[in-house]
């Protein structure tokens, strides 16, 4: 079990809860500079459980949209849920960004020859 808890409404079971740490484990990589593939650096840690909670989040407003509440309360929970994901979806990349990939920095300029 990757959590303690215990799930009353909805299908957040581990096996849910595990695909989205690997989902969120391979953006990390894909995002990262790869001298920190292997590191255990807390703020990769945390940038990874941050988008793994979004991903949860997004989850469960999807589950909200097909409950048996009523379209109006739906989309307001949905929406609540939606909101909660991006901030943690934010929040993540603004910790991984320390640790970014180079090719994604401005290049210093050149000279370029005109032809005339």
């Known amino acids: 079990m990757l959590l303690d808890y215990r799930v009353e409404y909805g299908f957040l079971n581990d096996d849910i809860i595990s695909q989205s740490i690997n989902e969120a484990n391979e953006r990390v990589l894909k995002f990262i500079a790869p001298?920190?593939?292997?590191s255990e650096d807390q703020g990769l840690i945390t940038a990874e459980t941050y988008l793994t909670v979004s991903i949860l989040c997004n989850i469960k407003a999807v589950e909200v949209l097909n409950s048996s509440?009523?379209?109006?309360?739906?989309q307001l929970v949905s929406r609540s849920w939606n909101m909660m994901a991006e901030v943690y979806y934010k929040q993540a990349y603004l910790i991984l960004s320390d640790f970014a990939n180079g090719s994604s920095t401005l290049f210093s300029p050149r000279a370029v020859r005109s032809e005339r």
């Open 35 to 38: 001298s920190f593939c292997e």
């Open 69 to 74: 509440l009523s379209p109006y309360n739906a």
